[in-house]
Each structure stands twice: as structure tokens, then as C-alpha cells.
């Protein structure tokens, strides 16, 4: 059973930094994609970072310069470091790992960002 779990959310302030981690347990054979999502209230769920599996990152418009995304493959873990984090920012953010067969999930974690 694969579960992801993700930890650092929170509440800060405008001009803040957070980091987030997605951990995940049991074995998940030739990942390929790790990711962060961030879902708003009222809002789609819409893709803020990516990292494949030769470290290959990509970012949304609107986070490039202020959030980045690294993973420990030794561990299965994800990172995102979030400064100059804005409130247009607050956000549930999920983690995902995607490999060849099968797409996995977080639970998600609240940030809140206060103006």
C-alpha cells in the first residue's frame, strides 16, 4: 500500500517562507514525475511544481523565483521550499508521484498566507 504524506503547512505572513514535505511509504517502482498541486478555494486544482526523475524541474508562472522543488530519491521524499510566499498563495497543496502504472496522491496540506 503506497501512501504519501505531507507535513509543513501552516499559517505566515505575507513575505514568509514555509517548507513542504511529501514522504512516501511502501515501494513505488520507476517514478517518473514527482509533483506539487495546489487547490484554492473555488478554484481547479492547478500544477505549481515539478521534478522528474533526472531532476528536472519545472515551475507555474506565478511561483518561478520563489518556490523550489527537490526530492531525496534515497528517502522518497519531495520537497517545496515556498518564500515570498503572498496570500494569493493560501492554498491546500497536494503531492503527487506519478510512475509508469499509476498515479499516487496526497492528503493534502494547508497554507495560509495572511496579508
Known amino acids: 500500500q503506497v501512501q504519501l504524506v505531507e507535513s509543513g503547512g501552516g499559517l505566515v505572513q505575507a513575505g514568509g517562507s514555509l517548507r513542504l514535505s511529501c514522504a512516501a511509504s511502501?515501494?513505488?517502482?520507476?517514478?517518473?514525475?514527482r509533483s506539487w498541486y495546489r487547490q484554492a478555494p473555488g478554484k481547479q486544482r492547478e500544477l505549481v511544481a515539478t521534478?522528474?526523475?533526472?531532476?528536472?524541474?519545472d515551475y507555474e508562472d506565478s511561483v518561478k523565483g520563489r518556490f523550489t522543488i527537490s526530492r531525496d530519491s534515497a528517502t522518497n521524499t519531495v520537497y517545496l521550499q515556498m518564500n515570498s510566499l503572498k496570500p494569493e498563495d493560501t492554498a491546500v497543496y497536494y503531492c503527487?508521484?506519478?510512475?509508469?502504472?499509476?498515479?499516487?496522491w496526497g492528503q493534502g496540506t494547508q497554507v495560509t498566507v495572511s496579508s
Open positions: 503527487s508521484f506519478r510512475s509508469a502504472l499509476n498515479t499516487y
Open positions: 521534478i522528474t526523475s533526472v531532476g528536472t524541474t
Open positions: 511502501g515501494i513505488i517502482f520507476s517514478i517518473r514525475v
